[in-house]
């Protein structure tokens, strides 16, 4: 049976930073090891403060559920100003009343139960983020160490 | 059906994955053969305490549901 899992988390929105955080902390709490390699948008996680700041966007995204029931809003709607930020409103609303986690109490507890939080040294690089931008606890390091975590025996996925 | 506990958690109302994460938790801080009563009402909890238990070795003593209450009975195994 594995004894790792190593997750690749590639995206900032709103939406996809929930399941990395989800199964790891599962996984963690199932006495597995974990390390998350988060990079490039992904880096928006764990930036300082903003794990609750994500936003979630209609554009493109026609599974997401219609403001009003039954009455079916065209997607080209998105691209209107303010429809990420109503779309975000939305989604957190029915986060709040489902009593899901907030997405900085996952990574605090992620953090708390020694899930190790990695952060791509060259999608910093290249998106001029620097480590004092990330919460504490990160470690920074390249594709090499996450492959040396992974190849031990791990459930890889990406999100 | 009842069991004896040691401890009791409450994780009514809570969601996917925080009863998994409080129980690990509670349970950590058990002796060796106590047992924790965990309340839940996140319809997933069954089969997730079930996997829960199995992969990390702890014994589900027991389970009820009572009109979408469930009630679980672990008790620390090692």
Redesign the interface.
Known sequence: MAKRMAIISLHGSLDAGYPPLILATAAVAMDMEVAIFFTFYGLEIIKKGNADKLQVSPIANPAMPQPIPGISVPNIIGVLPGMTAVATGMMNGWMKKANVAKLSELLEIAIESGVRIIACQMSMDVMGIKKEDLIDGVEVAGAAAFIEFAADDAIALTF | MSFNFDQELDCS??????P??K??KAVDGLQIGQVLKMIATDPGSLPDIQ??TS??GHELVGHEEDSGKFTFYIKRAK
């Open positions: 109302g809570l969601a996917c994955p925080m998994i994460l129980t690990k996997a829960w992969k990390t």
